[in-house]
């Protein structure tokens, strides 16, 4: 590398295959020049098991230094009382907005051509998770009870990134995800925000609104009629799977969460445990999530690079992992993606 300037950032490979697809991805990314210093900390299971925290002090510290992360996969430790990883970064770094991109790279599958967007609220929501159980007869959980909350401001916030993501990566149209008509103030707030937001828009970004099962429907039905989608944090949750499910499943699905305090990239599927080690996982979910990384620090340049890489490597068919069809190994695809970086 010139005397470029390099970026602080934390690196977590994290557990399961989490190691061997972020040594693939750091491998990549030091091919193509890029700026990262890695601030290597742990996180998860491996946290769990040097620290007995499953976010030490010393990885939330590093974030705050760096503001920037690249995270491997974490398995969510099972009982211990253990909150859940992702939650506490997202309200630590307050990270509200959920970025997924879909994008088709495997051509002939059975939807071809995909390029879109969703934006998530990542705060608020359901997944406040306040719930209780009201006891009935003999049994203290007769019935289970859950609310959410959705404040005014952060509805306005998440629809607004949305329009300047669509306004900065040149996209057309922002359709508002909602279910208006059942939870009329809950995600009816949402929606007239998202209104408010829209008009500020108009004649730059087309706006328009979908309740979130005909959302679901039309997602399969006609996909190319999306561009950037904009949702509250369950029905976010949810179409984001789905629309991973589009272009080849949790393989090929990267994410970001933004917020105020720091910007963490990682792939949307989890730790793996059942091909952990054995060198068959896909790395190029982490390796889309660096790319988006290198787009959020202005280095777009490299980010085409690894995208033509990436996409040559997979038309070409011949270096595939398991889950696309192929035979090659993590190590593999890994030489065959450096070879045509250009
Ligand atoms: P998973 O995503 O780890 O695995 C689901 C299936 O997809 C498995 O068959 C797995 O082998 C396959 N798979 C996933 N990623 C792959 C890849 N890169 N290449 C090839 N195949 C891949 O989901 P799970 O089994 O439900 O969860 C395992 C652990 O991961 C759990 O502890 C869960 O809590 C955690 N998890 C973490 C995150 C995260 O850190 N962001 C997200 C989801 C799940």
């Given amino acids: 590398m010139s005397a470029e300037k390099t970026i602080p950032a934390t690196l977590i490979p994290g557990d399961g295959i989490g190691p061997e697809i972020t040594e693939s991805v750091t491998e990549i990314l ?26 030490p002090p010393q990885t939330i510290a590093s974030i705050h230094r760096t503001g920037l992360a690249l995270k491997g996969p974490l398995t969510t430790p099972v009982g211990g009382g253990f909150k859940s990883i992702n939650v506490t970064l997202r309200q630590e770094f307050g990270l509200f907005a959920n970025l997924r991109p879909t994008h088709t790279i495997v051509p002939g599958g059975r939807f071809d051509k995909i390029d879109l ?84 828009y108009e004649g730059r970004v087309e706006c328009n609104e979908r309740i979130v099962d005909a959302c679901a429907m ?8 999306f561009d950037v989608i904009v949702t509250t944090n369950l029905f976010g949750d949810i179409l984001s799977d789905l629309t991973a499910g589009l272009v080849g499943g949790l393989g090929l699905a990267p994410g970001a969460n933004i917020g105020e305090k720091a910007a963490v990239f990682e792939a949307v599927h989890g730790s793996a445990p059942d091909i952990a080690g054995k060198n068959v996982a896909n790395p190029l979910a982490l390796l889309m999530a660096a790319n988006m990384m290198l787009k959020h620090v202005g280095r777009a340049d490299l980010a085409t690079r690894i995208e033509s890489a990436i996409q040559s490597v997979i038309t070409e068919g011949t270096v595939r992992t398991r889950d696309l069809g192929g035979t090659a190994g993590t190590r593999e695809l890994t030489a065959a993606l450096k070879q045509k970086l250009v």
Wanted: some cysteine; glycine content about 8%.
């Fill in 218 to 225: 039309q997602l399969v039905i006609d996909p190319w009629q």
């Fill in 117 to 200: 967007v969703l934006v998530r609220e990542n705060l608020e929501g359901y997944y406040a998770a306040m719930e209780s159980y009201i006891p009935v007869g003999d049994d203290p959980h007769g019935i289970a009870t859950g609310a959410g909350y959705n404040s005014r401001a952060e509805c306005n916030r998440i629809v607004r990134f949305a329009f300047e993501y669509a306004v900065k990566n040149n996209r057309k149209k922002v359709t508002l995800v909602h279910k208006a008509n059942i939870l009329k103030l809950l995600t009816g707030l949402f929606l007239e925000e998202g209104r408010k937001v829209a008009k500020e």
């Fill in 30 to 55: 030091a091919a193509v020049g890029a700026p990262f210093d890695w601030d290597n900390q742990l996180a998860g299971m491996a946290a769990v098991d040097a620290t007995g925290n499953p976010l």
